[in-house]
């Protein structure tokens, strides 16, 4: 390329107690260009996008941007060099409206009167959205909006202004296909006015449908540089991985689940009729032990306010639901850990971890709270769990009094399954929960999952990615609109087959 790069990085270096998170790292952007990084959960992607933004510093190497070595002391410098970013997780005000968290920090004010100017924010935030063929109501506080969402409005924020580099760290990972779809085509406008883009994700099928390039870190080095056209996929997750025919091994795996696994048993869970006004529509749905079924959907068909239901998150107002075919009220969540139930939930900043605490402290809550804060699980014990899930999941942690906080996204993700797996429950519902979190570990975890079934683990297993669904699932109830319109189960199990259901009338 005979362009120079606008953004450049020579022998980056950058350890944390334990890790060393970048090792001489050399990395190049070019304007014009959309650059995805790739790597296993802990590879280093994170780092590298927080060295280059000012939240972390280097100990060693140099940013070059624009052929200039620069230094970002905060966040704030790298912005107001022109690097915009987007975080792994949606770091916006909840409780504020749409409208200022685009404008957070950057108000336009009347001139002369130090007044904020309501009229101008407002207009100029919906035409941010516009940008993003997104029509919302700006005044209405964030939190009232979908995580979906909120994310567009974090994408919107990073886009409205003059920016030179737009990085954006798995900003999909909450998105459904139209939503990703319709960021991807902002994203080829910004990229054809110059504007070069750090992309980071897990999901291969985005990766090759919008990167000019790929950098793949392993182990907090850089592995290479490709051109996307030039790299393909079973060598990108070789590399990824560390192994020559690691991505033979995938496709295998991939392919092992073809049977389906015969159950005569009872039904561990039944729901008959169950459903909540404009919420969910009345289902049926039965979870047998040993087996996972699947539920497939986009996101907003009724998947998560399904699960919700049965766990007694949330109240249903119609139906009944038997468990081990007795009649049970599930009127709360404590209701259902008490029969059994367990559910992992998707927002895992929201429901899900809590930042300060270790690892071992984390994995053990949910145990501690179903055996009652009164009786505390001794020292010992919680470390010994703490390092059996460690173990088992392959959670990537210098030990396991590390504050989960400090953790890369998807090992955060591995401990709260962990959390789950503890209190050893008959029903376990998974809500995303491969989300960030990469192609080999997801594999992984599902044969864990799977192994757990054999034991008599019934799971009821939510994603979006309906290949992964399609591979784990015994069953598949495919959802669209708010109700449950086909269950799949035998050699009737294709993607095919569920994306034709879930697109319904509307083909
Ligand atoms: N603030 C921190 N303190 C201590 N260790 C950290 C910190 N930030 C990251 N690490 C460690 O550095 C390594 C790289 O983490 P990073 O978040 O960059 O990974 P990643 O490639 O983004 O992974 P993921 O795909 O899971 O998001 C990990 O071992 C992580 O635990
Ligand atoms: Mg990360």
Redesign the pocket.
Known sequence: MSVSPILETVGLTRT??G?R?LDRVDFRLYPGEIHTLM??????????INVLTGV?QPEAGEIRLADQAVHFPTPQMAEAAGIQTLY?EVNLCPNLSVAENIFAGRQPRKRGLGLIDWKTIHRRAEEALAELTLSLDVTQSLDTYPIAMQQMVAIARAVSVDARILIL??PTSSLDEGEVARLFDVLRKLKASGIAILF?T?FLEQTYAISDRITV?RN?EREGEYLAADLPVQTLVAKMVGLQNAGERLTQAEAAHTETAASHAEPYLAAQGVARRGVLNPLDLEVLPGQILGLAGLLGSGRTETARLLFGADKADAGTVHINGRPVKLSSPRDAVRHGMAYCPEDRKKEGIVADLSIRENIVLALQAQLGWWRMIRRSRQRELANEYIEQLGI??RDAEQPIG??????QQKVLLARWLATKPRLLILDEPTR?I?VAAKFEIMDRVRALCAKGLGILFISSEISEVVRVSDRIAVMRDRRKVAELSGAARSEHEVYDLIAGDRR
């Open positions: 944390f107690p890790v998170a790597g296993q959960n802990g590879a280093g992607k994170s780092t590298l972390h792994q760290d798995e980071v897990h870190m907090g990537k942690a400090l953790l890369s996204g998807g090992n960030g990469d």
